[in-house]
Nanobody, 124 residues
Framework: QVQLVESGGGLVQAGGSLRLSCAAS????????MAWFRQAPGKERRLLAT????????YYQDSVKGRFTISRDNAKNTMYLQMNSLKSEDTADYYC?????????????????WGQGTRVTVSS
């Protein structure tokens, strides 16, 4: 049974940094594309970034390019999201997800397993 568990969310001031983690179990972690999504109150869940199976390729949504960095450590079955220069509009629930497709398939329909989410609140 696949299980993805996010951690690292919390309250941070605008301009600050936060690092999220996603711990995976029940799957061969290195066989899956991984991704981070977020969902703000009253809005749809949106893709932020993907990372290929070996970590060699990444995709970022334009709004977070240069501020967020996705990475993974296959030896630890863990994916990370380093978030810098945080803005109030980054406030959302953040989710990790896995896909059997390559990293460049970014539509939400490709992602079959999801974590429960971790909340990030950025204060002004």
């Amino acid at each position: 049974q696949v299980q993805l568990v996010e951690s690292g969310g919390g309250l941070v001031q605008a301009g600050g940094s936060l690092r999220l983690s996603c711990a995976a179990s029940g799957l061969t972690f290195s066989s899956y594309t991984m991704a981070w999504f977020r969902q703000a109150p009253g809005k749809e869940r949106r893709l932020l970034a993907t990372i290929s199976r070996n970590g060699g390729n990444t995709y970022y949504q334009d709004s977070v390019k240069g501020r967020f960095t996705i990475s993974r450590d296959n030896a630890k079955n863990t994916m990370y999201l380093q978030m810098n220069s945080l803005k109030s509009e980054d406030t959302a629930d953040y989710y990790c997800a896995s896909s059997s497709a390559s990293y460049y398939y970014t539509d939400i329909r490709y992602f079959s397993s999801w974590g429960q989410g971790t909340r990030v609140t950025v204060s002004s």
